[in-house]
Structure formats: C-alpha cells, structure tokens
C-alpha cells in the first residue's frame, strides 16, 4: 500500500527566505506526483505535476522535483511571501486517471 | 473552484439520517472523485468514477454509495449517517489519460457534514 509521508507537518519562515517541502512515497512506482496547495476552508488548488519520467517542473517562483528511485519529492519555494501561507500537500497516483494517495500536509506561515 | 459545484457546502444532521451530497461539473470531465479531508489522516479516497454509470470503491468506502447516471453529476450517500463520518468531504475531477494535464485534479470547495 502506498504510503505519503511529508515533513514537516509545520513551518514557520520569515518573509524572502527559500525554503524547501519535503514529501516522501514508500512505492517508487508511480505514475506522477503532485503538488497542491489548500487555503483554510478552501478546496486544494493543483500547483504543479511532474510525471514519472521528469525530473522536475516550474512555474513561477515553485519548483518541484522528483527522485523516484529514492521515493522523494520536494518543493521548493524562492523569496516566500505571506500570500504564500498555506498547507501544501503531495499526492502520488500509480496510474493515469488513478485515484490519488495523499501526504497529510505541511503548514507553511510566511511572517511579515 | 471554477467548473465544480458541491451542495450542500455545510450541513448538521442526526445519527441516522441519511444523508446526500452532490457534485456538479461544468467540465464534461471524465473521471469523478469523492475524497474526505480529516485531521491526522489527510485526504482518503472514498469512490470515483470513470464514466457514467461506473463506479469503483476507494480506500474509506463502507458506509457510502455513489451514482453518477449523467456525466456532470456524481452524488455520494450516506445511507445511515453515523458520528464517524463527520467530516469535510471534497469532489474533484480530471479529464484522465494521455497528457500530463489530463492527470491534474481540481477541486470543488468542500463539503462540511457534521453528524450529531
């Protein structure tokens, strides 16, 4: 069964630092991974999608790669903004048009 | 949200009950999703859809029924209400296979069910 594990569960940053999410899978088999954002009471908004065979995907100031071999992903956010204070969430399917499996998130607070 | 309804978006019942939320798409997108969203365990899948009228179980499925008898609507049922699916349920959709965007899911806004 595959497993979505991302850390930490919680980040706090000041305002202009990079930082990096971290987001880990048990089965390296898979399909794609993505990226999502959810603001409180919100639904998730799909950030970016890297398939298998990429190693990374950009847009804007995100970028996501992938290491399938070691089961990692991580996302990397350049000069973070308060605007960018959200839980973040990976999911990984096995299939095209599969369901996804889920990380339970990262909290991230961008300080002013 | 653009192109996903759900209704209700919060609702109080009673152990018991039953109980049916609905998700509208716009998008004339294949694939249909119901997931539930709680704390310490995430976002679970509960039943999908690949097209009218086929369904499939996910991981958190007992206690639920589907049906989507046309492509813009995909109702989940809870037949018997009970407190353990207190929960915020989420619908999403994908136009599946081929392109990588095919894959991407969007998410309606939520649904808040709390059952007393």
């Known amino acids: 069964k595959q497993e979505v594990t991302q850390i930490p569960a919680a980040l706090s940053v000041p305002e202009g630092e990079n930082l990096v999410l971290n987001c880990s899978f048990t089965?390296?088999?898979?399909?794609?991974l993505q990226w999502f954002r959810q603001d409180p009471g919100k639904g998730l908004t799909s950030l970016l999608l890297?398939?298998?065979?990429?190693r990374e995907q950009t847009s804007g100031r995100l970028n996501a790669s992938l290491d399938k071999s070691s089961g990692r992903s991580t996302l990397y956010i350049a000069a973070s903004q308060p605007g960018d204070s959200a839980t973040y969430l990976c999911?990984?399917?096995?299939?095209?048009?599969?369901?996804?499996?889920f990380g339970e998130g990262t909290q991230l607070t961008v300080n002013p | 949200d653009a192109g996903i309804t759900q209704s209700p978006r919060h609702k109080v019942t009673e152990t018991g009950t039953p109980v049916t939320l609905r998700c509208h798409q716009t998008?004339?997108?294949?694939?249909m999703y119901w997931y539930r969203q709680d704390p310490g365990h995430g976002l679970r899948l509960i039943h999908y859809?690949?097209?009218?009228?086929?369904?499939d179980k996910g991981e958190v499925s007992d206690g639920y029924s589907v049906s989507r008898s046309k492509t813009e609507d995909f109702l989940l049922t809870l037949e018997s209400a009970t407190s353990s699916q207190t929960s915020v349920y989420f619908c999403?959709?994908?136009?599946?296979?081929?392109?990588?965007?095919?894959?991407?899911?969007?998410f309606g806004a939520g649904s808040r069910l709390t059952v007393l």
């Open positions: 999403a959709i994908s136009y599946g296979r081929g392109t990588s965007g095919a894959n991407v899911l969007t």
């Open positions: 998008e004339n997108h294949r694939y």
């Open positions: 859809s690949y097209g009218v009228k086929d369904t």
């Open positions: 999911a990984v399917s096995l299939t095209s048009g599969s369901r996804l499996t």
């Open positions: 890297i398939q298998s065979s990429q």
């Open positions: 089965d390296s088999a898979i399909y794609n």
